[in-house]
């Protein structure tokens, strides 16, 4: 069969350029996953790379045209409003008979699959969770409607046009699965991503990892859903790579590097005694409680060079509320552990909560303060602005639907429930405000499309600091019972923008 696998175009949102986590980071290797899978059961595979190579759908058009699939999958990620120009692609290669069978997959449809086969009936199904199976599955069949409830792992709509789900077990043995086909376009990114495990043995109500990948919601309180490679698959791939290629910097796009305790920490330290003598530099994400010095040591001499660590709060009620499962003292002995072994984390933070007070967040910016966490201009201005995202899967989005607090945004997937507290209603629209316009203004300079200004630190340096005052300036204003007009509030942050564009001038 000949199967066509799309990442489709994505555009991001100006309002929302300061938001992050529309689809995790290891969603980047599941078309490669999937396409892995799909050839080695001896399909003609074909992977259209629409976001990295920056193809208009005239393009992938005339792509899709030429290969003329049997079926084509689409890895199918939200940002931030429904996009409409990729269901009138797919409904018109559908019409035409281009494409004559449409599979979605992906966090996105997983979660907001009702919707989406409701709203576009080119869609045939929508595979759930991981993909790999269930595809080899899809392709394996003639495909009559009849024929896909055998499938487990797939939403897809009855004789009576109903939606009908079935979930998949997750995958037991990651190792067995055949390796990603890795683009052209993706070897061009300056790290390789690598997998080494899925899943989560944390709950976080924030997010949907294990809800993706399980059959409930969100995994539970101790309740493992994390699944590891072993570390000799690992580092074959890695040694595979590195022969054909020559390249030596890599990243592991899983959720959570480390597996749960003990046992998390040993494989790690097998993985670190295998990579040592390679050469090899890499990132992971990991939890704070999973940072302990004798592994972290371990890891720098294998190569680890950064990490993103999930703070979150400078707050244990919050931390709490966020079912994190995490202390901030942990939080704190965390960074000294990597300060010490010379690397300076990148954070994931949540300065505003629905839940959040005045006081959570007077505390987060102390948090903050004491550990250096706010002398870089994008790490300063990530913080100090990160709300929390509601998504679809996640406890907080099912918890805010219970309490009747969600409102829907463009689509089912994503909601807001405001905030109870209108004193943080007003510093997170404001901090919004001026923090979208900064990532504007940066935006080409960051991405190293256009030059930094001349003198770069010391413009960042200014620009740092005018973030930081605004922040203090606005929450100690409220703090003194100071209440904000719409009109202040847009005052304010137009203020803040000609401060950012004559300091980046
Ligand atoms: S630790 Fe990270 S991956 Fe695990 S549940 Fe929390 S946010 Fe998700």
């Not at 576009?120 to 790999?132: I, K, L, N, S």
């Not at 995994?219 to 072993?230: D, L």
């Not at 010490?340 to 909560?353: A, K, L, Q, S, T």
Request: proline share 5%; with cysteine; aromatic share 8%.
């Amino acid at each position: 069969m000949k199967i066509l696998l799309l990442e489709h175009p994505r555009q991001v949102a100006g309002a929302r350029c300061n938001d992050i986590a529309n689809t995790p980071l290891s969603s980047c290797l599941i078309t490669g996953y999937a396409a892995g899978m799909l050839a080695r059961q001896g399909h003609e595979i074909k992977i259209v790379e629409g976001y990295l190579e920056r193809l208009s759908y005239s393009e992938i058009y005339r792509e899709v045209k030429e290969f003329g699939p049997d079926m084509l999958g689409v890895h199918m990620v939200y940002h931030w409003e429904r996009d409409e120009g990729l269901f009138a692609f797919l409904g018109k290669i559908k019409a035409e008979g281009t494409a004559p069978f449409i599979a979605a997959y992906g966090f996105y449809p997983t979660f907001a699959f009702e919707e989406i086969m409701g709203h576009c009936r080119a869609v045939d199904a929508v595979v759930m969770g991981e993909p790999e199976y269930t595809l080899a599955r899809l392709a394996e069949k003639p495909r009559p409607v009849v024929h896909l409830q055998e499938i487990p792992g797939l939403a897809r709509r009855d004789e009576s046009g109903a939606t009908r789900v079935r979930r998949r077990e997750p995958v037991a043995n990651l190792d067995l699965l055949p390796p990603p086909v890795r683009t052209d376009a993706m070897l061009r990114l300056p790290e390789i991503n690598i997998e080494g495990s899925r899943g989560c043995y944390g709950g976080c109500s924030f997010c949907y990892i294990n809800a993706f990948y399980a059959r409930g919601r969100a995994g539970g309180r101790g309740v493992s859903r994390w699944r590891g490679r072993g570390p000799e698959s690992i580092v074959a791939e890695i040694d595979e790579l590195t022969a054909a290629l020559g390249q030596k910097d890599f990243y592991f796009v899983d959720p959570n590097f480390f597996g749960p305790g003990r046992q998390g920490q040993d494989r790690a330290l097998r993985l670190a005694s295998l990579l040592k003598e390679r050469g090899v530099r890499f990132g992971i994400e990991a939890r704070v409680n999973d940072i302990h010095d004798a592994t972290i040591a371990a890891l720098v001499e294998a190569g680890l060079r950064h990490i993103l660590i999930g703070l979150e709060s400078g707050g244990d009620e919050s931390l709490q509320r966020l079912n994190k499962m995490t202390t901030v003292a942990q939080n704190e002995r965390a960074l000294r552990i990597l300060r010490r072994h010379g690397i300076e984390p990148n954070v994931g933070f949540i300065m505003f909560e629905p839940d959040s007070s005045l006081e959570d967040i007077r505390m987060n910016f102390a948090f903050l303060e004491r550990n250096n966490l706010l002398k870089d201009l994008p790490v300063t201005a990530n913080v100090l602005y990160h709300p929390q995202i509601i998504l679809q899967g996640t406890r907080a989005y099912h918890k805010l639907r219970e309490e009747g607090r969600l409102k829907l945004l463009a689509t089912t997937y994503e909601g807001t429930a405001g905030f109870a507290d209108s004193r943080v209603a007003a510093l997170a629209r404001i901090m919004s405000g001026i923090t979208n316009c900064l990532f504007m203004r940066m935006d080409g300079i960051w991405s190293g499309k256009t030059q930094g200004p001349k003198e770069a630190p010391a413009v960042y340096a200014r620009l740092n600091q005018a973030l930081i005052d605004c922040f203090t300036g606005t929450l100690h204003q409220l703090e003194s019972g100071k209440q904000f007009s719409p009109a202040e509030m847009a005052a304010l942050v137009h203020e803040a923008e000609r401060e950012i564009n004559t300091l980046s001038r």
